[in-house]
């Protein structure tokens, strides 16, 4: 595996890429994508870069019955200096084989697969972004390919990595967002593919998504699947709260995701000794700490928005404002912090920068 080399096919024709500052997300494609199959005989093999294409599947292939699939969301920076940096992309490839064992998928071999989208990025180098807040998003994923309609594991599967230009999350300033505690529907459940990345996790969130959506709520508050008790995570990111001077998160219990920006806020609250817990947290124990005047932030985590500050929350159709609904000094910190890193502009004292070679222009 290690040893195979990635055979490069350039695309003739090059796309136009779109202007850095009207970006959104995720509907803009680069001019290629990684590709690499598996077969039960040869197992990982023909790994290759080729321009970016609709793929020709089977329709019985098993992904498109039994949602056998896991996906990954990282991004590539591009900073003043004008160098690609990727954060943390070794936690993204053994968190994608963690969700690869749930889903009963063969691994992958984490340093090729890094290898592979450092490549890729290097080949499509000039698709990165330059305006502030923006980046090259990176979509690993893996499906199941084996044209069959039994129910078992896939004989044959696709990994593929695919990059989208987007947009600054927050064009105007960091914005507070309100969210709904979700009573009926459950993400997942403890047993459950809570804490793999897979499809189908969203799949089953987008009806209390879609409900509370209307109701003017950005996300909604995912309980534990058991008891509807505890607080698990803000639509698909993680969540964090500060209580009398203390920040907790609900500690990983087999159906939250372990986020790579979880993770980084948790050690980067210890390194600036700010007291941080991971634990369970009730609802019950939410409302009583903002009742008594104890609540002072809750924000969200994951790659996308980076830290996303809570406003207020609805509970049972109590409405809870935090503190004065602005964004609170741990959760912008944080938030500077991260994107300092992610950009280059702040020391990166954990060693999460991996860098990225540019591509050499290809004459076209
Ligand atoms: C991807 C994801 C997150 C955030 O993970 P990051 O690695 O920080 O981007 C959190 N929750 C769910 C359900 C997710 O799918």
Redesign the pocket.
């Known amino acids: 595996m290690e040893s195979q080399t990635i055979q490069v096919d350039h695309c003739a024709v090059r796309k136009e890429k779109p202007k850095s500052d009207q970006l959104d997300f995720g509907r803009i494609f680069t001019d290629h994508m990684f590709i690499m199959d598996y077969s039960d005989d040869l197992g990982w093999h023909d790994p290759r870069i080729e321009p970016y294409q609709q793929l020709s599947i089977d329709p019985s292939a098993m992904v498109f019955h039994y949602g056998q699939s896991v996906f990954?969301?990282?991004k590539a920076y591009l900073t003043a200096e004008d160098e690609i940096q990727l954060f943390r992309p070794e936690?993204?490839m053994q968190?994608l084989n963690n969700s690869n064992d749930r889903l009963c998928i063969p691994p992958i071999d984490e340093k090729f697969a890094i290898q592979a989208i450092k490549k890729l990025v290097s080949v499509d180098s000039d698709w990165i972004p330059e305006a502030e807040g923006t980046s090259l998003y990176i979509r690993p994923f893996i499906i199941s390919t084996e044209p069959y309609i039994g129910v078992a594991p896939s004989l044959h599967y696709k990994f593929i990595v695919i990059l989208s230009p987007v947009g600054a999350y927050y064009k105007e300033g960091i914005n507070p967002i309100k969210i709904a505690v979700e009573n009926e529907f459950v993400?997942?459940v403890k047993g459950g593919t809570?804490e793999a990345?897979t499809g189908g996790?969203?799949a089953a969130?987008l009806k209390a998504q879609e409900i509370a959506g209307k109701k003017g709520f950005a996300q909604v508050l995912w309980l534990d699947g058991v008891e509807k008790k505890y607080i698990e995570?803000v639509?698909?990111?993680?969540i964090f709260f500060k209580i009398n001077g203390e920040v907790i998160t609900p500690e990983l219990n087999g159906s939250?995701?372990?986020?790579?920006?979880?993770?980084?806020v948790i050690q980067l609250l210890k390194y600036w000794d700010v007291p941080v817990v991971e634990r369970k947290i009730g609802m019950e124990e939410l409302q009583q700490a903002h009742h008594d005047g104890l609540l002072e932030e809750a924000f969200?985590?994951?790659?996308?928005a980076v830290i996303s500050p809570i406003s207020q929350f609805t509970w049972n159709n109590n409405d809870s404002l935090i503190k004065d609904g602005k964004t609170g000094a741990i959760a912008k910190r944080l938030y500077d912090t991260l994107t300092g890193i992610q950009y280059g502009r702040e020391k990166d004292p954990f060693d999460w920068i991996v860098k990225v070679e540019k591509g050499s222009k290809i004459a076209h």
């Open positions: 990954e969301g990282m936690k993204n968190r993400r997942t809570g990345k996790n969203y969130s995570e639509g698909s990111m993680n939250i995701l372990e986020g790579v920006t979880r993770n980084s969200g985590a994951g790659t996308a």
